[in-house]
């Protein structure tokens, strides 16, 4: 069974930064590609960006290119997202998940990620 834990949310101010960690459990962490979605109140969960199982490519929704970046760490098993100049509609919760075995790259949908965690909470404020 593989586990998923984020941490790194908070309260922060618009035009500040947060950065979200995400430890998994098991051997076969580089095997897998990675993907953080987010969830407002109210909303669908939504994808915010995946990267390779190798960390070679990433791929981001168009509302967080170039302020969010993704990044992962196969010797400890950690993905990252470092959020930068956040603004207020970026305020969910976020989850990190790992996509199925073969999942054809970029993986955008949710109902290819076989494990999931907890979610970690971003509040941004105006």
């Known amino acids: 069974q593989v586990q998923l834990v984020e941490s790194g949310g908070g309260l922060v101010q618009a035009g500040g930064s947060l950065r979200l960690s995400c430890a998994a459990s098991g051997r076969t962490f580089s095997m897998y590609h990675m993907g953080w979605f987010r969830q407002a109140p109210g909303k669908e969960r939504e994808f915010v960006t995946t990267?390779?199982?190798?960390?070679?490519?990433?791929y981001y929704a168009d509302s967080v290119n170039g302020r969010f970046t993704i990044s992962r760490d196969n010797a400890k098993n950690t993905v990252y997202l470092q959020m930068n100049s956040l603004k207020p509609e970026d305020t969910a919760v976020y989850y990190c998940?790992?996509?199925?075995?073969?999942?054809?790259?970029?993986?955008?949908?949710?109902?290819?990620?076989?494990?999931w965690g907890q979610g970690t909470q971003v509040t941004v404020s105006s």
């Open positions: 990267i390779s199982s190798r960390g070679i490519a990433t």
């Open positions: 998940a790992r996509a199925g075995v073969g999942s054809a790259w970029p993986v955008r949908d949710s109902a290819k990620y076989d494990y």
